[in-house]
């Protein structure tokens, strides 16, 4: 069942749009070190009952050139609160196939790759049993394909990397399989955030922010090609189609939002909770360090997250 979230233990921003949408200095999560600043938005409103845009941000020291690409791979390898799928697609580089937000090892452990969905679709081209030559594809999987796509999944926990490498892409199979609408979350997985993949039936618009200008400029490429530089932001925004489209995308919008919340992320240290005045007679909710909501009846010894009107504190229940 897909919960409402409350976008708590995930050590980002929400932000507000603005003459400059992210301020940088509010950053709680930072991944990398030197001079340069870059900052990562996500939003998806389309099914997850939690609007909000998540901020990360990312650092690099001078003399190197860092791409959107290397940016998004590294916050989620640095963080315990951000899942990515991606395929290498051709010769301009990945695509970006899903964004998850939550509790990255409980979304990962839920992530199925639905093997019957795919080969029901009327959309995707790519053949699992007997290569698509019109295509350019050169080999297929088989039986063996919900193996292998498990095998990425596997990977991306054990690693610690918390990104899925699209195994069936274009430099192993010569045609990527554009499947992204059937790498699903199992409904267990909604108690540990929300997961969106999708390019038949929705995509991931890509936007960004660069130099002086500070209004968000649809992508004209893809996060590997593109160049980050000091100051920028990259945002993605999750689109959904009223049905399935075959050619062209969907009008996207850029991430946007109307409140600022700080929130905490365990793993990265650079993260702490923005102390908030709280009203005196909000009741206390108590949250798992990794965001999940806890009846405070039921609580057993240990280190929590208690929330009370907008002051956050972590508490030790003995």
């Not at 295509?135 to 990977?155: K, L, N, S, V």
């Not at 936007?207 to 004209?220: A, L």
């Not at 206390?284 to 010894?301: A, F, I, K, W």
């Amino acid at each position: 069942m897909r919960k409402n979230l409350l976008s708590f233990a995930i050590g980002l921003c929400v932000l507000t749009v603005s003459a400059q949408p992210i301020d940088f200095d509010k950053i709680r999560s930072w991944t990398g070190s030197g001079p340069n600043r870059a900052a990562l938005a996500v939003m998806n409103d389309a099914g997850a009952s939690d609007p909000h845009v998540y901020v990360w941000g990312f650092r690099w020291e001078d003399g190197e050139k860092p791409t959107g690409e290397d940016m998004f791979k590294a916050i989620c390898a640095n963080n315990d609160n951000l899942v990515l799928l991606t395929q290498t697609t051709g010769q301009y580089g990945s695509t970006v196939c899903g964004i998850g937000v939550g509790n990255a090892e409980g979304l990962l452990r839920n992530i199925y790759f639905d093997f019957e969905k795919a080969l029901e679709s009327e959309f995707i081209n790519f053949d699992y049993y007997n290569t698509n030559s019109l295509f350019g594809q050169t080999e297929a999987p088989g039986d063996d394909t919900p193996r292998i796509c498990g095998d990425a999944i596997e990977y991306a926990i054990t690693s610690g990397k918390h990104f899925i490498q699209h195994p069936l892409d274009q430099p192993a199979y010569g045609y990527p399989a554009y499947d992204y609408d059937c790498w699903d979350l199992h409904d267990e997985g909604w108690d540990y955030g929300w997961w969106a993949s999708a390019w038949y039936a929705g995509y991931w618009s890509y936007w960004t922010i660069s130099g002086s200008n500070p209004e968000w400029m649809y992508s004209g490429t893809g996060f590997t090609g593109r160049q980050l530089s000091d100051g920028c932001i990259d945002g993605w925004s999750l689109t959904m189609f009223e049905k399935p489209m075959v050619g062209g995308v969907g009008e996207g919008v850029p991430p946007s939002d109307d409140e600022s919340v700080y929130v905490y992320c365990e793993r990265n240290e650079s993260t702490e909770i923005a102390a908030i005045e709280a009203e005196d007679n909000t009741p206390e909710e108590y949250y798992t360090l990794s965001g999940l909501r806890v009846d405070s009846r039921n609580l057993v010894p240990g280190l929590y997250i208690v929330r009370k009107g907008m002051l956050t504190e972590k508490r030790l229940i003995p």
